[in-house]
T-cell receptor, first 116, second 111 residues
Framework: NAGVMQNPRHLVRRRGQEARLRCSPM?????VYWYRQLPEEGLKFMVY????????ESGMPKERFSAEFPKEGPSILRIQQVVRGDSAAYFC??????????????FGEGSRLTVL | QKEVEQDPGPLSVPEGAIVSLNCTYS??????FMWYRQYSRKGPELLMY????GNKEDGRFTAQVDKSSKYISLFIRDSQPSDSATYLC???????????FGTGTQLKVEL
């Protein structure tokens, strides 16, 4: 019973390149959340998606960042024209039902982006 | 001012000690309170969940919420070296699993 799968685990990009982070939720889960963890800071909410829908993107930077969760395949967080400040750990989490308020988010092990 | 404040530590205790971890918050709309444990280079895992004020106990772990003081605590009894990790408090106003996290407290339990 696989948990939340994220890849790549580590990604190195030069300034101006694109980064694509992928997340496959736990089996049976249809809700995906992306969080970013900067050094010395807590996890910050970025976006909440269901299949083919963005439910809440209030934490996403207005430019360069986008997320999708297609009908088939993993959720993708895309960062265009990366800058050094994008260096962080990006965590994906999934839940069986959004809005249950239990806090039961199942996190992946994260994708660590380093921008040179 | 951050919505959720948490002492980053590090906190070092001997094996068997009682550990107290705390968070304060400013948003009175928070109703759901959680503690996550995060081992180095791993994703967070849910330890405890509490709705509104009160206490909740699970084995060696006790979570307390005092909404009047906007203060939550996690107590770990008989601490073990395997408890060494970063402990993150998290909370939400409801309506989904959009959580606001503290910065985490790094705990080390020494033999």
């Amino acid at each position: 019973n696989a948990g939340v799968m994220q890849n790549p685990r580590h990604l190195v990009r030069r300034r101006g390149q694109e980064a694509r982070l992928r997340c496959s939720p736990m089996k049976g889960h249809s809700h995906v959340y992306w969080y970013r963890q900067l050094p010395e800071e807590g996890l910050k909410f970025m976006v909440y998606l269901q299949k083919e829908n963005i439910i809440d993107e209030s934490g996403m930077p207005k430019e360069r960042f986008s997320a999708e969760f297609p009908k088939e395949g993993p959720s993708i967080l895309r960062i265009q024209q990366v800058v050094r400040g994008d260096s962080a750990a990006y965590f994906c989490a999934s839940s069986p039902i959004g809005g249950t308020n239990t806090g039961e988010l199942f996190f992946g092990e994260g994708s660590r982006l380093t921008v040179l | 001012q951050k919505e959720v404040e948490q002492d980053p530590g590090p906190l070092s205790v001997p094996e068997g000690a009682i550990v107290s971890l705390n968070c304060t918050y400013s948003n009175s709309a928070f109703q759901y309170f959680m503690w996550y444990r995060q081992y180095s280079r791993k994703g967070p895992e849910l330890l405890m969940y509490t709705y509104s004020s009160g206490n909740k106990e699970d084995g060696r772990f006790t979570a307390q919420v005092d909404k009047s003081s906007k203060y939550i605590s996690l107590f770990i009894r008989d601490s073990q070296p395997s408890d060494s990790a970063t402990y993150l408090c998290a909370m939400s106003t409801g309506g989904g699993n959009k959580l606001t996290f503290g910065t985490g407290t790094q705990l080390k339990v020494e033999l």
